[in-house]
C-alpha cells in the first residue's frame, strides 16, 4: 500500500500559477504511474494529467493542455502539478493517485491509491 500526501493548494489569480505536490511513501514509487485528478462540487472526478513509471510519457485533459505540466521526481518519490494560467473553471479539489500499473493511465478505475486532495481556488 502507497500513502499519498499532497500539499501546494490554495488561492492563486487567474492567469498566475501554481504547483502542486504528492509526496509518496510505503512503496517502491518508481514502479507505478501516477495522475492527477480534479473533481468540483456537482461534478464527476476528471483526470488532469497522467505520467508514467519513468516519467517518459504522459496524458492531458484537453481543458488543460500547454497550461499544465506533469512530472515526478522519483528519486524523492513526489509528483508534482504545475499549473500555469489557471482559469476559473480550474478550481476544484485535486487529487493524486497511484495507479495498479505502470503507465499514465486516464481512468480513475485504474488507480488504487488515493491522497486526501487539496483545494485549489482561482480568483478572476
Known amino acids: 500500500q502507497v500513502q499519498l500526501v499532497e500539499s501546494g493548494g490554495g488561492l492563486v489569480q487567474a492567469g498566475g500559477s501554481l504547483r502542486l505536490s504528492c509526496a509518496a511513501s510505503?512503496?517502491?514509487?518508481?514502479?507505478?504511474?501516477m495522475g492527477w485528478f480534479r473533481q468540483a462540487p456537482g461534478k464527476e472526478r476528471e483526470c488532469v494529467a497522467a505520467?508514467?513509471?519513468?516519467?517518459?510519457?504522459?496524458s492531458y485533459a484537453d481543458s488543460v493542455k500547454g497550461r499544465f505540466t506533469i512530472s515526478r521526481d522519483n528519486a524523492k518519490n513526489t509528483v508534482y502539478l504545475q499549473m500555469n494560467s489557471p482559469k476559473p473553471e480550474d478550481a476544484a479539489v485535486y487529487y493524486c493517485?497511484?495507479?495498479?500499473?505502470?503507465?499514465?493511465?486516464?481512468?480513475?478505475?485504474?488507480?488504487?491509491?488515493w491522497g486526501q486532495g487539496t483545494q485549489v481556488t482561482v480568483s478572476s
Open positions: 510505503g512503496r517502491t514509487f518508481s514502479n507505478y504511474g
Open positions: 493517485a497511484a495507479a495498479s500499473g505502470r503507465y499514465h493511465y486516464i481512468s480513475p478505475n485504474l488507480y488504487t491509491c
Open positions: 505520467i508514467s513509471w519513468s516519467g517518459g510519457m504522459s
